[in-house]
């Protein structure tokens, strides 16, 4: 009987709108606003110049303050590094990194469910281990360790990428793969189908969704990770967008922050459209690696 | 799958570039972390070993303590504000009020900007509002900056915590409420002691995730105070990670030896705490 109640209110949308819940929507109306008010202050300052900016942060460029897009054509160059090449190699670093972590991670977890050794365990052991370690336990010997085996270009960096975020990766595929039954697999051996068929025709496939999960959350780690790009990367040759960016706020000389905030809003800009483009996977993704964690 | 005769070839082929990678990543620096923390050096060929003195410099180190109990401090208000907001917003957007998508897409939109980005934008607002109230920036007063770090860190976490806690709450069977209605239970009754829980899994992860990430913070640290105030010869606001990487690469004689131990026992502080707390969270788990 409960059942049948519960499904009768399944339809929610149509929920009777109640006096709380109206104030509840513009409480939280008001509070959106106020959410979305930091990123909005430098989008809108990003077009005022620097004595516009100085004088009072919050007011909206005017005849007097208004500087049009300089602050962007100034940023393109500002500072010691070309912007655009910060971005490409931010780019680069990312679509490698993470696509290597994919196909590597993946046909590593499943090894390691299906063969079940224990060395495989112990592996899977350590890379749950290292989700829990900070970065600085390990910052100067990882550093040390990319430099004497020459990791300290964008290529190099995307193997140590591999090592360091495979824990998540590993973790969350080897926690799929326990989910999909054995006879699939078993099945498939019996036709002659070796383990590399095996895994590209019939599990890869079956992996999709968390596939794009894994995919989701390294990209978000990769993309916005400052320090150890920072420690390993060659920094007079290569720089990623955050290197770039705690560069010119550092105290190296005169700080330009209309060109800054230009260069801020360009950076944000691409991680927007990421995100309204794939928001449902996103929010799946950020669900469900934190309930298999 | 993988039978005797063959398996070592398919090791190769399945296991081999993610396991060395993983190997010069984190197994080899991580042992060879501990290793090194007993031994004083500056270049790591010239190293000679001293023993647990690292540890014991570690301890008498000042600003090492001082960040320490800023970092437990953060810690401690961070993860109770963060996780009571994200309980409460999911909760109010469960209720199925007008524009919960939009409100939805909006909380979590901050997770997405990298924390340099972050602690650069909340630097100007927060100087930008001192400024017009004829205060000094933030980086002269190490309670404003404490709070400023909080506010930053709830405003960008918020979001990641309260998706979790609306798939919680989603999952909370719906036979339960209605059981719980028809032996008259009042509304608050039924949220401590159905909701609440119901909602301990999610509670258990939310937790965890918030304290790690606390503990762990850096990038933010880093652009929103770099630590400062200098007062009596220390950075007051500087918390653990960044008070390490200090040691490590920063300013005057850096002692690479007692920066190893600081992150020995930085390590160790963050399993232990971590460890301790799913214990406890965990054992509140009921089954539906």
Known sequence: MAKIASKAKEPKKTVKQTFGMKVLTIVFAVISIIYVLPVFIVLYNSFKTNGGIALNLFSFPDGESFNGFANYIKGMTFGNYPFWEAALWSLFITLGGVTLILICTSMAAWYIQRSNTLFCKIVYFFCIFSMVVPFQMVMFTLSDTANKLKLTTPWGILFVYLGFGAGLAIFMFSGFVKSIPIEIEEAADVDGAGPLKTFFGIVLPIMKPTFISVAILETMWIWNDYLLPYLILDGKLYKTIPIHMQFLNGSYGQTDHGAIMALVVLSILPIVIFYFACQKYIIEGVVSGAVKG | ?288
């Not at chain 2, 031994?39 to 600003?63: H, L, P």
């Not at chain 2, 927060?126 to 920036?137: E, Y």
């Not at chain 2, 159905?194 to 640290?221: A, E, G, H, R, W």
């Open chain 2, 1 to 288: 799958m993988f039978k005797k005769p063959k398996r070592k070839l398919y090791a190769l082929i399945f296991l081999l570039p993610t396991l060395a990678a993983f190997i010069v990543g984190f197994v080899y620096p991580f042992i060879r972390g501990i290793y090194l923390s007993f031994f004083k050096f500056q270049i790591v060929n010239k190293a000679t070993f001293v023993g647990i003195n690292n540890y014991i410099k570690a301890f008498k180190d000042e600003s090492f303590l001082r960040s320490f109990w800023f970092t437990l401090a953060f810690v401690v208000v961070s993860v109770i504000l963060i996780n009571v907001m994200a309980f409460f917003i999911a909760y109010a957007l469960t209720l199925n009020i007008r524009g919960s998508n939009v409100y939805r897409t909006v909380f979590f939109m901050p997770n997405l900007i990298g924390g340099i980005i972050l602690g650069y934008i909340w630097h100007q607002i927060f100087d930008g509002l001192l400024r017009s109230m004829d205060m000094p920036s933030l980086v002269t007063n190490s309670d404003l900056g404490f709070w400023g770090l909080i506010i930053l860190m709830c405003w960008q976490q918020a979001g990641y915590m309260m998706i979790i806690y609306i798939a919680g709450f989603q999952g909370v069977p719906h036979d339960l409420y209605e059981a719980a209605k028809i032996d008259g239970a009042k509304k608050t009754q039924i949220l401590t002691k159905v909701t609440l829980p119901m909602m301990m899994p999610s509670i258990t992860i939310c937790t965890f995730l918030t304290l790690t990430n606390s503990f762990k913070l850096f990038d933010q640290n880093l652009a929103l105070t770099g630590g400062a105030p200098l007062t009596d010869g220390i950075w007051t606001t500087r918390m653990m990670a960044l008070n390490i990487y200090k040691t490590f690469y920063g300013e005057g004689i850096s002692a690479k030896g007692v920066g190893q131990a600081e992150g020995v026992i930085f390590f160790l502080i963050v399993v232990v705490i971590s460890l301790a707390q799913l214990y406890f969270t965990r054992r509140r788990e009921v089954q539906a």
